[in-house]
């Protein structure tokens, strides 16, 4: 396994181009983690070529993850429960290449995100919202410096889904 601090060392944020937005449109995750597969639909599509979307990409130029921000990461549950009326965080998600899961890349992924992110919009208050189940995710934003701040249950397909809103404060 690669070094977490060797994995960030070269990592590029950009806006995607149609063929990445179309390859991670058709990502496909292993269950449990499959309510986070893209479904190929065009809108999803368009979503992702907009500007709150980043893909990311190694040292090689390989398409390793994206990252959005604003509205394209917020979770409709949480806009329901009003938990985006709190005004002065960045909400932000993020995703691997299916492959990439689980192989310890997810901290310094993140930790890269933030900084540019934080340089890009000049915000030191960071909210995200991840499965309840997805205890791999959550142990990856503590470390990286998120507290968790409140539950709700979202809709994903034809299921109400149990996510946890986790927010971060840099000084």
Avoid at 64 to 75: H, I, N, P, R
Wanted: charged share 25%.
């Amino acid at each position: 396994m690669t070094d977490r601090k060797e994995v960030q060392i070269g990592w590029e944020l950009r806006p995607l181009t149609l063929p990445d937005a179309k390859r991670i449109n058709h990502w496909s995750y292993a269950p449990p983690y499959s309510m986070y597969s893209f479904s190929g639909d065009p809108e999803d599509l368009q979503d992702l070529i907009s500007e709150n979307y980043l893909g990311a990409y190694d040292a090689e130029g390989e398409l390793v993850g994206f990252l959005c921000s604003g509205e394209a990461a917020q979770v409709p549950g949480a806009r329901l429960a009003g938990l985006y009326d709190v005004r002065g965080y960045l909400d932000i998600g993020l995703g691997l290449r299916p492959d990439l899961t689980g192989k310890g890349m997810g901290e310094a992924f993140l930790r890269h995100g933030i900084n540019v992110l934080s340089e890009q919009f000049g915000v030191k208050k960071f909210r995200l919202a991840v499965a309840a189940f997805n205890e791999r995710a959550i142990q990856v934003y503590r470390r990286a410096g998120f507290r968790e701040d409140a539950a709700f249950v979202s809709m994903v397909g034809i299921e109400n889904v149990s996510f946890i809103q986790m927010l971060r404060e840099d000084k």
